[in-house]
């Protein structure tokens, strides 16, 4: 099983950058679908971007649509979200999920190998 470890999270003013990693350990992400997903206190996770297996096909939440790019490196066995132009209303806690359906989905229920999530706190 994929084993999935973030980092990148921090604290960072509105209008600043960060870049989120998911590194995977025991086995390949190339055959995974992989998304981010975010948390909120006192909201629900949902999913803010997803990319497929080999790359070629991207998806975004629209509230971070034209701020937020997902990428993948199978060669290093990562996945980045590069965040841009922050918003107080992307603090979140931010966690990375692998799709194990083996088809392309954004169900949080087809994603069944999660990090322990990162936090981005941005402020006012």
């Known amino acids: 099983q994929v084993q999935l470890v973030e980092s990148g999270g921090g604290l960072v003013q509105a209008g600043g950058s960060l870049r989120l990693s998911c590194a995977a350990s025991?086995?390949?992400?190339?055959?995974?679908?992989m998304g981010w997903f975010r948390q909120a206190p006192g909201k629900e996770r949902v999913i803010v971007a997803a990319?497929?297996?080999?790359?070629?096909?991207?998806y975004y939440t629209d509230s971070v649509k034209g701020r937020f790019t997902i990428s993948r490196d199978n060669a290093k066995n990562t996945v980045y979200l590069q965040m841009n132009s922050l918003k107080p209303d992307d603090t979140a806690v931010y966690y990375c999920a692998a799709n194990v359906r083996g088809y392309w989905s954004l169900s949080m229920a087809d994603f069944g190998r999660w990090g322990q999530g990162t936090q981005v706190t941005v402020s006012s």
């Open positions: 025991e086995r390949s992400i190339s055959t995974y679908g």
């Open positions: 990319i497929s297996r080999s790359g070629g096909t991207t």
